[in-house]
């Protein structure tokens, strides 16, 4: 199961890239394009900390989600 993991989140991190990509080509916008590549991202993260266990791990995945809401946030807000 270990050697599957560390299989996916190389991956699921490449898999993200393309989506974003897709995303952005297909008229998506570039804020959603970097929401659905940090989802991924997140994803990764979360796949690495279910067999890591480390307390660098869950730092990781952690800062990944505060990077994630604040980007997201940030796109939410209008310029004045």
Do not use: H, N, Y
């Not at 974003?20 to 297909?26: R, S, V």
């Amino acid at each position: 199961m270990a050697e599957l993991i560390r299989t996916a989140v190389p991956l699921v991190g490449v898999m993200g890239l393309a989506a974003a990509l897709a995303f952005l080509l297909l008229g998506g916008g570039p804020k959603a394009a970097m929401a659905v590549l940090l989802d991924f991202l997140l994803a990764a993260g979360l796949l690495r900390l279910s067999q890591a266990q480390t307390w660098a791990a869950i730092l990781v995945a952690a800062v990944t989600m505060v990077i994630r809401k604040v980007v997201v946030a940030g796109f939410l807000l209008r310029p004045r």
